[in-house]
DNA sequence: CATTGTGAGTTCCCTCAGGGAACCCCAAAT
DNA sequence: ATTTGGGGTTCCCTGAGGGAACTCACAATG
């Protein structure tokens, strides 16, 4: 719906949103990222109109972050994550994490993570790129960058 | 447009989404983070319609991410982070981190993060909470927890 | 050959959410 | 008494999402 354009904004936020900020797009990447490659798949698992679903997908494939491959000689296709996309999860790993917290409830997870590295069942972690410390939202200061808007002030 | 209720999807980022999925809420939460606690800021910042950012700061309020309060005698509020939705930045943080390398371009990236832990301009870095090891979307195995749904397979 | 099946969309109509602008309420300040 | 300003409401209009039916290209089957 997002009538006002988004990607115009001086805000790393505002732009991501722009390619993944639409309702659905978050759940489609993520049915795609876990191995459901397919239109009907994807369609059924989410119960999201095929209307809805093609225009997400053909965004999603116009701004990198799937490729859209032929499976067969008959007209049929399978979407899979660019390195853009497999980037993109990401975000999805991080919301995964907060929904499990705050919001699992008595259940627990639906899904548990195992990491390859080390084998165990693991939650994704925020750290500093540079000193490797944890790096949330009161661990910083926000200052302008080579990309920041003119003048309105703008929070990346 | 009678949107379908993430809310009651066995998956932690379908919750998510219900709280911060509609569309300005990222950018709500992003503009309280950085010092714009004020309706009117916000709106003024954003462009956002006056009504729909009164629906969003309510259902950031009823979500326990944000709380309002009032900063005098007459009938004037400002809205703020709860732990929750501190938490809920780091979310923020990591779309900010894709939008940077993915789509910022040229002009780099608008805002940089300084870290109070080291002093340095940092980014943020995804990590195993068990082995402190990289973790993502290729890193892991993705298996059902003790919240899965019982019969349909669903990711999150 | 005609029929059936299947994946991948299109098309159509209906309702409801977002945009925009005007309006309202309350408590200072003048 | 009137103005100002923050914090919303109310109104109408447009357009996006839901849902279901329809289409298209090809393969397999009888």
């Known amino acids: 719906m997002q009538r006002t354009n988004f990607g115009d904004m001086a805000c790393s936020i505002a732009r991501t949103l722009d390619v993944i900020g639409e309702p659905w797009s978050p759940l ?10 397919r239109f009907d798949q994807i369609q059924a698992d989410l ?15 116009e701004h990198g972050v799937l490729e859209k491959h032929a ?5 049929r296709y399978e979407y899979v994550l660019t390195e853009k996309g ?3 999860v990401d975000v999805l790993m ?4 907060w ?3 705050w919001l699992a409830g008595e259940a627990g997870p639906p899904v548990l993570y195992r990491h390859h590295a080390c084998g165990e069942i693991g939650r994704v972690d925020l750290r ?22 003119p003048e309105p002030a703008s929070a990346g």
Chains 1, 2 share one sequence.
Do not use: F
């Open 28 to 37: 489609v990447l993520r049915d795609i990222w876990v191995g459901m490659n």
């Open 47 to 61: 119960g999201i109109s095929r209307k809805v679903l093609t225009e997400r997908l053909g965004h999603l494939v």
């Open 71 to 75: 499976y067969d000689n008959r007209p």
């Open 86 to 88: 497999r980037e993109l």
């Open 94 to 97: 991080v919301m995964v994490g």
């Open 99 to 101: 929904g499990d917290k």
């Open 128 to 149: 500093c790129s540079h000193c490797g410390e944890p790096m949330h939202a009161d661990d910083i200061d926000v200052q302008p960058g080579p990309g920041a808007a």
